[in-house]
């Protein structure tokens, strides 16, 4: 008899059908691109709460070029921390859906100043990782046939302890240069000399000191901001006047590259709410433009006014 009969039958190795895999959402290609979440970079629980503590002290280094709020509660602090960015005295941390809805907001705000014939001006003062983002609003505004600042040099200007820099437009956005290279600026005077520059805008979208500025000249603002620069938490405090855009701002420019899709949604041909045709938040057929504060939310008129 041979070895053969006493072995147990072959079986052939079972194979299962593939899963189908699921597309990520769009809040998950965010977080995982680490400009929003737990992972994402940028000051921790005790950084965090040690940058709140000198909001409450008038600390200038802490609102940057905003003006500092004098007598502001620690309790009152943490509230408008964690209704801008989600953080907590516990978890440093931006809020996905935070960032989802102010952005979807900026953008249709965009739109609806554009479309009225608003001026906007659009600049970066971190070209290294928005200036892409950035270029993505100013495509919206063309899109909808809006007036976009966009100049020639202005300058020689001194910033940031240098002299022989310029303010220069590309694709419509102000950055800093020193006429060969684009540079990342923190110093409010290039931000002055770049209100100075520029005709009075009814909007401005921008980060660091180019929109803390542009707030303190009394201008509507989109600030796109991160948990570095928490004071923009506080600015609706003054005036509920524009949006903050809750993100980091130093991941590479490649990491932003969903939001620049949810801009390019607020005008790519698809129906507005009610099969109107127009951007959420664009003027209504009478040419009105909807209010819309710094929480994200389209204001509510007072039936009482």
Known sequence: MSRGRNRPPRLEPRVDAPQPVSAPTLEGRIERSKIVGPSASGPG?????????????????????????VGLALADAWLAITATFGATKTSAAIDVERTVSATRTAAARVAAVAIAGGRIAIATASPASLLTLHLAVAQLVRRCDGELIDLADYGPIRADGRTGRRLRWIGGVAVVSDGRAICDTRDGEAAREWMFAIPRPALVVADGVFAEVAWEAGIEVIAVAGLDRPAWALAGTRAGRGVVVPVHTDRPSSAYRPL???????????????????PAGAPSDDGAIPDIDLAGEAAVPDPGV
């Not at 002290?57 to 905003?66: I, K, S, V, Y």
């Not at 620049?260 to 127009?278: K, Q, T």
């Open 45 to 69: 629980p005790t950084e965090l709460r040690r940058k709140v503590e000198r909001l409450t002290t008038a600390d200038r280094r802490a609102f940057g070029d905003l003006e500092p709020i």
């Open 260 to 278: 620049e899709e949810l801009i390019a949604a607020a005008w790519a041909g698809s129906p507005g709410p009610g099969g109107s045709g127009r």
